[in-house]
């Protein structure tokens, strides 16, 4: 059991490797704001660039109305948000401003300081997964 929890540790630590070295590669593009909304499911979370599973059943809407909902905090909560360029600026009863680092078909990559804490969110839109 343990080798298949190291198995997938080394699974997510390589996917996320490869996603930032993929970025990095990319020339900068013009964020398309439409490309945001929908459902989002995070697939490997970095608190102060360390891997946490905390957030391992974490998501993101992001609706045309300006609104969003998360669990990261704990449970489900709703905000209002603006998308301004690079910036989903969060507002509400936890204000917080997420960095689109990369948007990329079915891939977001987002960071952002929340409670003095520095994190790094990968997540796939849930639209795209396939369950068998």
């Known amino acids: 059991m343990s080798s298949m929890k190291v198995n997938r540790s080394r699974f997510i630590l390589l996917f996320s490797l490869s996603i930032m070295i993929v970025v990095s590669c990319v020339s900068d593009s013009k964020i398309e704001q439409e490309n945001i909304y929908g459902n989002w499911e995070v697939i490997a979370a970095k608190r102060n660039n360390r891997l946490t599973s905390t957030l391992k059943d974490g998501y993101f809407k992001f609706f045309e109305s300006g609104e969003m909902e998360t669990n990261i905090y704990g449970d489900d ?36 300081t929340i409670q003095k804490y520095y994190f790094d969110f990968l997540a796939v839109k849930r639209d795209s997964l396939q369950i068998d």
């Open 77 to 112: 909560q709703r905000f209002q948000m603006i998308i301004d360029g690079e910036n989903i600026e969060q507002t509400g009863d936890l204000d917080a401003t997420y960095k689109i680092r990369m948007l990329q078909n079915d891939t977001l990559h987002i960071s952002s």
